[in-house]
Each structure stands twice: as structure tokens, then as C-alpha cells.
């Protein structure tokens, strides 16, 4: 049989159902830990020489079924999931980097991730430089002598910037770092930034992974051409004193990242994902190419609809004609470019926040990627932190307004929109 496509790795990879007393559902095995045959079968399992289970921290049957299913999708070696998207973030960094190395990253990030690399790591000797995207030399001209990592995300929340992954990743190549891309936006169903030259790919499953806003998590792929013997990572060349001596490129061969995110990076760090969420997500990623049509398809409407209301002073979605990211939403995001549409209104940031009052089925709060529609003022909210300066870096201005279009009927979701602007119709333009 030739390799199965998408829709079928999303319902079948990673689960023989024959290992799992014919179950046609994923099984969600609870449990903490793993009875050994005996005390050799213990010892080979610890040293690696077997495969195995040892403890749910480092791996469990149904987070092994999610991982091997999003290694598939994402084209993948292999995969680690974990308690969060910024528990991946800080899994995969703190397993490459040590005190003293550099990171260049995009300046249109997620919150989130801005502030991890924006303050904390830099308390434990991790630096950053913040480059516009825009221009792929940008990360050649900041990049240093102790520069380990080139980080952006392929579409950026909630700048919506579409970057042309392919030429960042020459430029990592070229200088013989890792090309991490944080794909929780795009999802592997619009995007594979591996088959573009991402070398980690990054996803926060909380969002349309998952789906259905119930459960959070994180996942690690690894696609494993990097080239860890290239004399700037002897983490992973010289003896491990983690590991007793483990020398990883020469054991893991080119799993050697993925399998120390796995027997360090979870083990010491301890962000491992409870099995409970992983079934979860297991649900809600059955039917994430159905989901994230839609949210497209409706997405776009929305946004050419908006873009004809008097009171909507800009939209932005890269599937607008009007985009300036709309040529490489076609080369890179032809299927469709998610769900999340941002605009301006007249009346400024007073407008936004009252908008976002004001809908009834759009829900104010804090999330992306669910079935329902969600609403947000950055600004006010998830951006408040950031001065005026760091906040437009990152694609947020005042009277920005983030919708995460769902999956209700669009006539609906344009009606409630309709209405909450009436209510900002007295307000002039500030
Ligand atoms: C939400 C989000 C994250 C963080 O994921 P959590 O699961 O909330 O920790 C990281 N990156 C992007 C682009 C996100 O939207």
C-alpha cells in the first residue's frame, strides 16, 4: 500500500489496534508506570538498549499513539508531546541551548513566546535578537558567533505575516543552525513547514488540534535532518553526564534531538502531557482537515465581509486580495489560511474593547483554534504588558481586534458583529 494521505494519517497513524486488544478507539491507558518483565528487561529498558515504558513523565501508550500520528502529519522522524504549546517551546530550547547562546527570532510572535525569550530565558544566559521577517537576511545580519536557533512561526498570531519559510531556512542552513517554526495556526492540514526546511516544528495542540477548547497541550516534531556533528552542538557529540555517557548523535543517529527532548528534556523538566488530554486532543485531531476548511472558507467570507462595513477601518487576512502577505499565502497556505481575521476600527481602542463587549456569539477570552467563535482586544488583554513599541513589533496595535472565526453558520457570525458596531457608530476616529 502506498503511503496513506492526511485525512487517513489523522484517523489511523500511530495505532495498531492489534497491540491494543482490537480496540477501534484509541485507548486511554491512566497510569503512572509500567511493570518490568524482570530486572534485565528494567535495566535494557532504562540504558535504551530496548525499547519500552518506563513512567508517564517520559511516555505513556496513548500520548505514543498522538506522537507517532503527528510525526506523520507533520512529515516527521518523530515527536514529543507535552503540557502546553510554551511547554514545548521551553522544552525544545532549553534541550539545545545553554547559558551564553543566542537565539534569532521573528518579531511577530505570540505573546507568550515574546516574553520567554524576551525575559525569562535571558535570566538564565539565553539571549535573543527580534528581527522583521519580512526580509529573510535579516536573520543572517543578527545572527552571532554563539547563535544556536532561528525561531518564527509560519503564520504569526496575530500579526497574520505569512513568512517565505523556504528562504529562512537556507539561511539557517548556511549557518549550521536549527530552523524551528511554531505551526500551531496554520496546522499541518494548510502547512508542513518540514517540506519547506524546517528542521523542529512546534504546536500548541490547545488550539484547532484539539479543537474543541477542552484540553491543553504541546507537541515537539523532529524532522530530522539536522545535522547535530556539525561542531556546534556537543551536547550532542560528547558523552552525556545526563545520560550516563550517552553519546546521542552516535546513538540515536538522526533521532538524536527528539529522543533527548524525550529522556532529558521531559525527565528533568518535567512538562509531560497527562494522557487524559492526550485522548482528548486524539478526538479533536480526527477531524481537523474537515475543521480547518471551514474555518477557513468562513474566515475568508467574514473578512471580505468586513471589509465592506463603514465602520471597519482595515482588515487583515491573508487570503485578502488586499493582503500584503497574500502572495505567499498562495505559495504557502494554497488550501485555505486558518481561521483567525484581524481589523481596526474607526473610534480606535475604546471602539475595539467595546466590540468585544458587545458580541454575543463571538466569546470574549483568551484562546484561538476552537469550533466556536472567540473574540479578543490584545491590546487591553493579551498584549498589555508590552509597551506601545514591543506591542507593534508584534502586530498589535491599539485598535486591533482578533477574531477566531469558528464554525457556525456565517450568517450568524456577520449579524453579531453587525449588531455590537452600533454600538460604537458615536465614536469618532481617534
Ligand atoms: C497558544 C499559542 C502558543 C502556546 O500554546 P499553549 O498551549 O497555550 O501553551 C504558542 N504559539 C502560538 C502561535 C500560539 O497561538
Known amino acids: 500500500?502506498?503511503?496513506?494521505?492526511?485525512?487517513?494519517?489523522?484517523?489511523?497513524?500511530?495505532?495498531?489496534?492489534?497491540?491494543?486488544?482490537g480496540t477501534r478507539a484509541v485507548p486511554l491507558y491512566l497510569t503512572t508506570s509500567y511493570v518490568f518483565k524482570n530486572a534485565d528487561h528494567a535495566a535494557n529498558v532504562f540504558s535504551l538498549a530496548e525499547p519500552g515504558y518506563i513512567y508517564t513523565r517520559l511516555n505513556n501508550p496513548t500520548n505514543d499513539i498522538l506522537e507517532q500520528r503527528l510525526a506523520a502529519l507533520e512529515k516527521g522522524i518523530g515527536a514529543v508531546v507535552t503540557a502546553s504549546g510554551m511547554a514545548a517551546i521551553n522544552t525544545t530550547l532549553l534541550t539545545l541551548l545553554k547559558a551564553g547562546d543566542h537565539i534569532v527570532a521573528s518579531n511577530s510572535l505570540y505573546g507568550g513566546t515574546y516574553n520567554l525569550l524576551n525575559v525569562t530565558l535571558p535570566r538564565f544566559g539565553i539571549t535573543t535578537t527580534f528581527v522583521n521577517p519580512e526580509n529573510p537576511e535579516n536573520f543572517k545580519k543578527a545572527a552571532k558567533e554563539n547563535t544556536r536557533a532561528f525561531f518564527?512561526?509560519?503564520?504569526?498570531?496575530?500579526?497574520?505575516?505569512?513568512?517565505?519559510?523556504?528562504?529562512?531556512?537556507?539561511?539557517?542552513?548556511?549557518?549550521?543552525?536549527?530552523?524551528?517554526?511554531?505551526?500551531?495556526?496554520?496546522?499541518?492540514?494548510?502547512?508542513?513547514?518540514?517540506?519547506?526546511?524546517?528542521?523542529?516544528?512546534?504546536?500548541?495542540?490547545?488550539?484547532?488540534?484539539?479543537?474543541?477548547?477542552?484540553?491543553?497541550?504541546?507537541?515537539?516534531?523532529?524532522?530530522?535532518?539536522?545535522d547535530w556533528a556539525n561542531g556546534k552542538f556537543p551536547e550532542f557529540t560528547e558523552p552525556s553526564p545526563g545520560y550516563h555517557g550517552l553519546i546521542y548523535h552516535d546513538a540515536l543517529k538522526e533521532a538524536a534531538f527528539i529522543a533527548k527532548v524525550r529522556v532529558e528534556g521531559l525527565r528533568d523538566h518535567g512538562a509531560a502531557l497527562s494522557p487524559f488530554n492526550?485522548?482528548?486532543?486524539?478526538?479533536?485531531?480526527?477531524?481537523?482537515?474537515?475543521?480547518?476548511?471551514?474555518?477557513?472558507?468562513?474566515?475568508?467570507?467574514?473578512?471580505?465581509?468586513?471589509?465592506?462595513?463603514?465602520?471597519?477601518?482595515?482588515?487583515?487576512?491573508?487570503?485578502?486580495?488586499?493582503?500584503?502577505?497574500?502572495?505567499?499565502?498562495?505559495?504557502?497556505?494554497?488550501?485555505?489560511?486558518?481561521?483567525?481575521?484581524?481589523?481596526?476600527?474607526?473610534?480606535?481602542?475604546?471602539?475595539?474593547?467595546?466590540?468585544?463587549?458587545?458580541?454575543?456569539?463571538?466569546?470574549?477570552?483568551?484562546?484561538?483554534?476552537?469550533?466556536?467563535?472567540?473574540?479578543?482586544?490584545?491590546?487591553?488583554?493579551?498584549?498589555?504588558?508590552?509597551?506601545?513599541?514591543?506591542?507593534?513589533?508584534?502586530?498589535?496595535?491599539?485598535?486591533?481586534?482578533?477574531?477566531?472565526?469558528?464554525?457556525?453558520?456565517?450568517?450568524?457570525?456577520?449579524?453579531?458583529?453587525?449588531?455590537?458596531?452600533?454600538?460604537?457608530?458615536?465614536?469618532?476616529?481617534?
Not at 471580505?304 to 482595515?314: A, D, I, P, R
Request: net charge negative.
Open 152 to 226: 518564527v512561526e509560519s503564520l504569526g498570531n496575530p500579526k497574520l505575516d505569512v513568512l517565505d519559510l523556504k528562504a529562512i531556512s537556507a539561511e539557517a542552513k548556511a549557518f549550521k543552525v536549527p530552523f524551528i517554526v511554531d505551526n500551531t495556526v496554520a496546522t499541518p492540514a494548510l502547512l508542513k513547514p518540514i517540506e519547506h526546511g524546517a528542521d523542529i516544528v512546534i504546536e500548541s495542540l490547545t488550539k484547532y488540534i484539539n479543537g474543541n477548547g477542552t484540553a491543553l497541550g504541546g507537541a515537539i516534531i523532529d524532522a530530522g535532518n539536522f
Open 278 to 430: 492526550a485522548f482528548q486532543i486524539i478526538q479533536g485531531l480526527e477531524t481537523l482537515s474537515v475543521r480547518v476548511k471551514q474555518h477557513s472558507e468562513n474566515a475568508l467570507e467574514l473578512a471580505e465581509w468586513l471589509e465592506q462595513q463603514e465602520q471597519v477601518k482595515w482588515v487583515n487576512y491573508p487570503g485578502l486580495k488586499s493582503s500584503k502577505y497574500n502572495s505567499l499565502a498562495q505559495e504557502y497556505l494554497p488550501k485555505g489560511q486558518s481561521g483567525i481575521v484581524t481589523f481596526g476600527l474607526e473610534g480606535g481602542f475604546e471602539s475595539a474593547k467595546t466590540v468585544a463587549d458587545e458580541t454575543k456569539i463571538f466569546s470574549l477570552l483568551a484562546n484561538i483554534g476552537d469550533t466556536k467563535s472567540l473574540i479578543i482586544h490584545p491590546a487591553s488583554t493579551t498584549h498589555q504588558q508590552l509597551d506601545e513599541q514591543q506591542q507593534a513589533s508584534t502586530g498589535v496595535t491599539q485598535d486591533l481586534v482578533r477574531l477566531s472565526v469558528g464554525l457556525e453558520d456565517i450568517e450568524d457570525l456577520k449579524d453579531d458583529l453587525k449588531e455590537a458596531f452600533k454600538s460604537i457608530k458615536n465614536l469618532k476616529t481617534v
Open 1 to 21: 500500500m502506498s503511503k496513506p494521505n492526511f485525512s487517513t494519517d489523522a484517523l489511523h497513524a500511530g495505532h495498531d489496534f492489534n497491540a491494543h486488544a
